[in-house]
């Protein structure tokens, strides 16, 4: 009985036992580690390797409690993590569960298969010729009633699992998982050349393209800081995606969450965790693991070294992580030249990715520009435009060409803007801002305007009524079956642009918005398509510089509504490839 509660002391709940069980996989040497979970991992665990297995011997001591193979190498600092219980895992999660070990060890002819219950040897058989290491955990806690009660229902047990696989397939990019939960395949990450690619994979592509790298550190440092963080808008309200690894392990450490978090200061909204992927490496020799055995809290001896190398990553792969989409420019050969267009100089030198990723601006300032009008701005100074990302602050507006693109200046760099990329994602954002804070103000129209639906946009009209009515709208259905605009979003101006609107609102009763919120979003994307600034309209300066203000207090002022761009630059060096002037 006292092994038992010493074993539940150890293994609190599945996703601790999977950890551990995981954790020997690549102590192992797996490349493939597989896991499956049934009931949240209460009815059934069951992690596979292709490691380096164990012999007879080897795996029947394996379920013994201080039997680790590892207590050879103590001395070895380099496993004082590895030693996280010390030879226990195993053998506690045996001793309250029915557990079916099935391993091989490299080279041997055939396998052997232990079957403990409750800790109690029950077989142990020789079977054919397996693959590495398949533990397979039965009924856990079935002989600790109390702590099988304990435990909370299969989904939040699940998703517990899930988070600590998760974790652990962050610390090994290079080792493929595959995780099961109920029959259901959650997780399929193949092996992986780099931490975004593995982010990829876990946390899809809306997280991976905004992530940054960190420096790569400096191989003699004491403290080496290693990974991935995203930019500001991936921000969360919770640590949920906030990864730290001590050594290569999945650990818990405020003092890195915090340094991490404090590296991005007024990026975050407060009380906001950022996304990231961390890992930090130290001497083993300096870190106090274990202070509680389910939860793996590390103490570092030098906290401050590690926070100030924590941070000063984490800032210096913002700092570098300028956010302007580069395209990649192709001089264009002279007309008639036979030789067609040539990519300037080797393709991979200096020509960046296309990055379309949004701005580093916080929320405040989103509020304060909408507060202040967004981009229906009478002429403003470029001083007023306050604290700004630098290439923002620095933007001189030199013209307008081709009625469509603004022209700037900006530190060593040309700039092009895309007028109605950029008016377009103002505008959304400004009615989205006015439609979070309550309702969008409506304008009466002096001359209303009248609609002559068919049935079925009638029918959708009067199902999205409400909808459009909070975005500012009012709208009758008159006796004959037209429809009568009386009054219009105040932010689409008075009765100008007639045919836009009447444009807009065909639009918006053709569209099929499945769930309220989908409807409410592609309405006012529709009407920010519609309402803004279009290319091919000749703007004034007082019109420019409205814009560029807008964009400074834009939330993502890198890309319209669509995804598209809505800035590029052309640095300095580029003109000067283009130019052959590097020559
Ligand atoms: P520890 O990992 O701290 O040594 P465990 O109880 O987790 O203790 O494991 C006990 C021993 O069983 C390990 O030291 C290792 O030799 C062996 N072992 C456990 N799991 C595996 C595995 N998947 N592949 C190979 N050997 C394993
Ligand atoms: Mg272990």
Not at 139 to 144: D, I
Not at 296 to 319: D, M, N, S, Y
Not at 356 to 382: N, P
């Amino acid at each position: 009985m006292y092994e038992r509660i010493a074993a539940g002391e150890v293994v609190e709940r599945p996703a601790n036992a999977v950890k551990e069980l995981v954790e020997n996989s690549l102590d192992a040497g797996a490349t493939r580690v597989a896991i499956e979970i049934r009931g949240g991992g209460a009815d059934l665990i069951r992690v596979r390797d292709d490691g380096v297995g164990m012999d007879r011997e080897d795996a029947l001591l394996s379920i013994e409690r201080h039997a680790t193979s590892k207590l050879a190498s103590i001395d070895d600092l380099d496993h004082l993590l590895t030693l996280g219980f010390r030879g226990e895992a195993l053998a506690s999660i045996a001793a309250v569960s029915k557990l079916d070990l099935v391993t091989r060890a490299r080279g041997a002819p055939y396998g052997v298969r232990v079957a403990v219950q409750g800790g109690e040897l029950v077989s142990a058989d020789d079977v054919g010729p397996t693959e590495g290491t398949a533990v397979e955990v039965r009924e856990l806690f079935y002989n600790l009633p109390a702590r099988r009660r304990f435990m909370k229902g299969p989904a939040a047990e699940g998703a517990k699992v899930t988070e600590a696989v998760e974790r652990l397939a962050f610390t090994r990019p290079d080792v493929h998982f595959v995780y099961v939960s109920g029959g259901r395949e959650i997780l399929s990450a193949p092996p992986a050349r780099s931490m975004q690619e593995r982010a990829l994979a876990i946390l899809g592509l809306e997280v991976a393209r905004h992530l940054v790298p960190l420096p790569a550190p400096d191989p003699g440092a004491r403290v080496r800081v290693a990974g991935v963080v995203g930019r500001p808008q991936l921000a969360r309200p919770n640590r949920g995606q906030l990864f730290v690894s001590v050594n290569g392990r999945p650990v818990d450490s405020p003092l890195v969450d915090e340094a991490v978090r404090g590296a991005y200061g007024e990026l975050l909204f407060r009380g906001r965790w950022p996304t990231a992927i961390v890992d930090v490496t130290v001497d083993p020799s300096r870190v106090d693991v274990n202070v509680h055995p389910t939860k793996r809290e590390v103490l570092f001896r030098e906290q401050e070294a590690v926070a100030e190398a924590v941070g000063q990553a984490v800032r210096a792969a913002l700092a570098a992580a300028d956010l302007v989409a580069e395209p990649r420019v192709r001089a264009t050969a002279p007309a008639g030249d036979a030789s067609g267009g040539q990519a300037p100089g080797p393709q991979a030198a200096g020509s960046r990715q296309l990055d379309l990723a949004g701005g580093m601006l916080d929320e405040d300032r989103l509020r304060r520009a909408a507060e202040a009008g967004g981009i229906a701005g009478e002429a403003v100074e470029w001083k007023d435009l306050g604290t700004m990302p630098s290439w923002l602050a620095s933007l001189r507006p030199v013209g307008q060409v081709l009625d469509t693109y603004i022209v700037c200046e900006g530190e060593d760099a040309l700039y092009l803007i895309d007028q109605h990329a950029l008016a377009e994602r103002l505008t959304y954002e400004s009615i989205k801002a006015s439609a979070a804070r309550g309702r969008v103000k409506g304008q009466r129209l002096v001359e209303p305007i009248l609609l002559v639906p068919t049935e079925a946009q009638l029918e959708s009209l009067l199902r999205r009524r409400a909808l459009l009515d909070s975005l500012g709208f009012s709208l009758d259905v008159l006796d004959d079956g037209r429809v009568r605009v009386g009054a219009l979003p105040a932010v689409l101006g008075s009765g100008e642009g007639r045919a836009e609107v009447e444009a807009l609102l065909q639009d918006v009763l053709a569209d099929e918005g499945a769930t309220t919120v989908d409807a409410k979003e592609a309405v006012v994307r529709r009407m920010a398509c519609h309402l803004a600034i279009r290319a091919g309209q000749r703007l004034d300066p007082r019109q420019v510089v409205g814009l560029l203000r807008g964009m400074a207090g834009s939330s993502d002022p890198l890309a319209c509504v669509h995804g598209r761009p809505t800035v590029l630059r052309i640095p300095r060096a580029e003109l000067e490839r283009m130019f052959r002037r590097d020559e």
